[in-house]
């Protein structure tokens, strides 16, 4: 009779252990997918800021050198630097792959302008 007991004891407690450690197990495997997947994403917003930063130095090499070169007080007007920020935002789409060309071509171009803009900054404040 005891013996009953004891076994059914042991095997329920047998039983909760091993589903604690699956419970862990699962866990586990969920926080490294979602680490992979932050990982993955963090990676693909830095290609896409990349090959942002990248069109806007090509864009300036080459239209925005031109325009100045050509002007009489060496500065873009208003409309110049609404062509130049779709320049480097359609020379950023070329120079990017895989997921970084859906980030670009996604984001909104008041943000794309924004990113311009500081790009242009800190490039200005590196010289």
């Not at 589903?19 to 896409?48: C, M």
């Not at 930063?53 to 325009?67: E, F, H, P, Q, S």
């Amino acid at each position: 009779m005891w013996e009953v007991i004891v076994t059914k004891v042991l095997v329920g407690v047998g039983i909760s252990i091993l589903g604690f450690a699956t419970k862990l197990f699962s866990d586990w495997v969920k926080a490294e997918k979602e680490k992979k997947e932050e990982n993955t994403a963090r990676s693909n917003n830095y290609d896409a800021w990349d090959a942002l930063r990248k069109g806007v130095a090509l864009t300036t090499d080459n239209y925005v050198a031109k325009i100045k070169k050509s002007s009489q007080d060496g500065k873009l007007t208003t409309s110049e630097i609404k062509i130049a920020n779709g320049q480097a935002v359609e020379n950023a789409i070329i120079l990017a792959s895989g997921p970084a060309v859906e980030i670009i071509a996604s984001t909104a171009t008041n943000v794309l302008k924004n990113m311009i803009e500081s790009l242009l900054v800190s490039k200005k404040n590196n010289k």
